[in-house]
């Protein structure tokens, strides 16, 4: 069975830099196809890809937001580290990891965590 | 790079059918994914590859592709469908995946 969750802070100033850990469990990040990707989701407003990293330490970022993204990757600890430098209110959504396996569901997003709301707010 | 088009919200009456459109510049090879949101809830994967439904899906949420959109179908839609639903494809051309801006299904 596969899970995820987030983790990290639910409030950050502005300029801050945020770090969500993803931590999952059912599969393992060192398996050729899988990978896992960070989504957000403003309130009342749409989802948004940020970034992914591969089985192979592969990463792709969004590239209106790659020059602030960093992602991450400890496989013996079953974990993702999702960075954003320089936050600001309109950072403010819920963010979510999520798994995908380009070996079976071609990239679509399988299996996603709860969530987790980060505030942006001085 | 892609931009997915879908209607803000699609209304149908209790036990008839749901459509809803992903409209893109050109499908060309790449595939389409679908998920509903139910508020509160994170996304749920519906189809994948355009017409595959993951393990749980009901045959119900159907797939389809043409040239320049995807169409999820609900037959037989229920109150329990009333979610936001999003379609979600590999952009090719830039190398990373794109969301449609969602769409708001209210059974009336």
């Known amino acids: 069975q596969i899970t995820l969750k987030e983790s990290g802070p639910t409030l950050v100033k502005p300029t801050q830099t945020l770090t969500l850990t993803c931590t999952f469990s059912g599969f393992s990040l060192s398996t050729t196809g899988v990978g896992v990707g960070w989504i957000r989701q403003p309130p009342g407003k749409a989802l948004e890809w940020l970034g992914m990293i591969y089985w192979d330490a592969d990463k792709r970022y969004s590239p209106s937001l790659k020059s602030r993204l960093t992602i991450t990757k400890d496989t013996s600890k079953n974990q993702v580290v999702f960075t954003m430098t320089d936050m600001d209110p309109v950072d403010t959504a819920t963010y979510y990891c999520?798994?995908?396996?380009?070996?079976?569901?071609?990239?679509?997003?399988?299996?996603w965590g709860q969530g987790i709301l980060v505030t942006v707010s001085s | 790079s892609y931009t997915l088009t879908q209607p803000p919200s699609v209304s149908v009456a209790p036990g008839q059918t749901a459509r809803i459109t992903c409209g893109v510049n050109d499908i060309g090879s790449q595939t389409v994914n679908w998920y509903q949101q139910k508020p509160g809830q994170a996304p749920v994967l519906l189809l994948y590859d355009d017409i595959h439904r993951p393990s749980g899906i009901p045959e119900r949420f159907s797939g389809s592709t043409s040239a320049n959109r995807a169409t999820l179908t609900i037959g037989g839609v229920g109150a329990g469908d009333e979610a936001d639903y999003y379609c979600h494809m590999w952009d090719g051309s830039s190398d990373h995946p794109v969301f449609g801006g969602g769409t708001k299904l209210t059974v009336l």
């Open positions: 999520a798994h995908t396996d380009m070996g079976s569901v071609t990239g679509a997003f399988d299996y």
